[in-house]
């Protein structure tokens, strides 16, 4: 038995296999099998699928099942691997991070395999599956707190080949947004990772954390674009509809395009994503539940924008993102 992380089926076997990658014991949890499928139709793009990085998002593990359905009738040629829970220990918890260690996945990356289990699974998964293909897509959610419309995003890339692949890539899911959002240095994550293994990869993210079924009708349809634009399904991408939208649109939001909560309080939301303000409009109002007698906060647009996301039926501390900002993406 090796103890080393290792998938319990061989990627060179045609046709379709499951099994699990398997990712070792270590002081602080049992060996973890985590279920993987995986189908191959010979030559032709190699992909990975992921969902359940984070626990209280549950949109990508549904639609990652939903593909081990229809994807060995519909794919015609290539290489797919879906791993539908990345972290069960957080899906079963419903929390973003690991309870046995409070690890956040996607902080983590490459990960360790002497380390906590949220650093082995991390390092199996880089180890295991990363090399095996060209293109990644983590399927995840924005979180249960924040409205935001069902969206591809990626980051900003240094290679410039690999940016405008990327980019494009993220752009053929067809969803309501594609996303290009910059972040602030944030050791760890996947995305940062792939692509310094100058993999493709694209997250798709879905506000609410709720899941219901227009939203799975929705991400599952930019998934289906993204594979018949890889040329792994037959098929005619089309624009799922959302809010009577026709087309999608490529925005793009900076590391300073967020507005924070100036006190602790219940956050009224005064707007939608996706409205486009002017400076000065209403964005959305703070209120402080210590006394009534102190005026509400009020949070106001400091420029033109696009509402990228906005924060709904949360209570806030202090210092916590509000509303992020964006606006068109010029290239
Ligand atoms: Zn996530």
């Not at 038995?1 to 089926?9: D, G, I, S, V």
């Not at 060209?134 to 959610?141: A, K, N, P, V």
Request: hydrophobic share 40%; proline share 8%.
């Amino acid at each position: 038995m090796t103890n080393k992380p290792h998938l319990t089926f061989d990627l060179n076997i045609p046709g379709v296999s499951t099994g699990y990658l398997v990712v070792p014991e270590g002081t602080d949890h049992e060996t973890l099998s985590l279920p993987v499928f995986y189908c191959n139709k010979g030559e032709g793009p190699r992909l990975l699928i992921t969902g359940g990085c984070h626990g209280n998002e549950l949109e990508g593990p549904i639609v990652a099942r939903r593909l081990v359905d229809w994807l060995p009738k519909a794919q015609t040629c290539g290489k797919v691997i879906i791993l539908p829970e990345l972290n069960p220990l957080a899906v079963r918890a419903w929390t973003r991070n690991t309870p046995a260690d409070g690890l956040d996945l996607n902080r983590v990356f490459p990960g360790r395999v002497e380390g906590s289990v949220t650093e082995r699974i991390a390092d199996a998964v880089s180890r295991v599956l990363v090399p095996s293909v060209e293109t990644i897509f983590d399927l995840h959610s924005f979180g249960p707190d924040w409205e935001f419309p069902p969206a591809s995003i990626t980051h900003p890339v240094a290679d410039a080949d690999l940016m405008a692949k990327t980019l494009q890539m993220t752009e053929a899911f067809k969803l309501p947004v594609t996303l290009l959002w910059e972040r602030d240095d944030t050791p760890g994550m996947f995305d940062t990772f792939a692509h310094s293994q100058g993999k493709v990869f694209v997250c798709a993210e879905f506000g609410g954390g709720t899941v219901g079924a227009v939203s799975l009708s929705i991400y599952e349809a930019g998934v289906r674009n993204a594979l018949i634009a890889l040329g792994l399904v037959e098929g005619k991408a089309e624009f799922p509809s959302f809010r009577h939208q026709k087309s999608g649109q490529t925005l793009e939001t900076l590391s300073s395009d967020f507005l924070i909560s100036p006190v602790p309080g219940i956050f009224e939301p005064r707007c939608a994503a996706l409205d486009i303000v002017k400076k000065g409009d209403l964005l959305g109002i703070l209120h402080s539940m210590d006394t009534l007698s102190a005026d509400p906060q009020i949070i106001y647009a400091p420029a033109g924008s696009t509402v990228c996301a906005i924060r709904s039926g949360a209570h806030v501390e202090a210092n916590e993102r509000l509303v992020y900002l964006s606006r068109p993406l010029k290239l």
